[in-house]
């Protein structure tokens, strides 16, 4: 699976792997730009074609919105799911930067998070998107 090609060949250790089933969101990558879940794409289904991980998500040693307003509503804590959340969260504000809070919800519904409760989470994205739009 993809996922596993990331963490064992490219020693990419941001994506985590968390069901292996597609239920958890953990693994999110950006595959030419469509939101996926690494461990349902085949290996050999990436090949010649763009993947995003969480990697790429920091540019120049500075924070996406995204990440820095996870950091400061205390949105993260033990990581697991904290990578597939940040992709996750950031194809929806590329898509829609001023989404309503039913709107972030429903495209983080896919991402489970056992210790935030989410609301934390929830309100990190929409600060993030108005970070973005300049407000």
Partial sequence: MLSEVLRN???L???KEG???GD???CSVLLDGALVCACLVLAVEAQDRSIETIEGVAK???LHPIQ???LEHAGLQCGI???GIVIASRALLEKNPDPTESEVRYWLAG???RCTGYDKIIRAVMDAGATMRGE
């Fill in 13 to 15: 250790t941001g994506t």
């Fill in 9 to 11: 060949n490219l020693n």
């Fill in 81 to 83: 799911c904290t990578p």
């Fill in 68 to 70: 820095q307003k996870l």
């Fill in 24 to 26: 958890c969101g953990a």
């Fill in 19 to 21: 069901c292996n089933t």
């Fill in 111 to 113: 991402n489970l998070c």
């Fill in 60 to 62: 120049d040693g500075k």
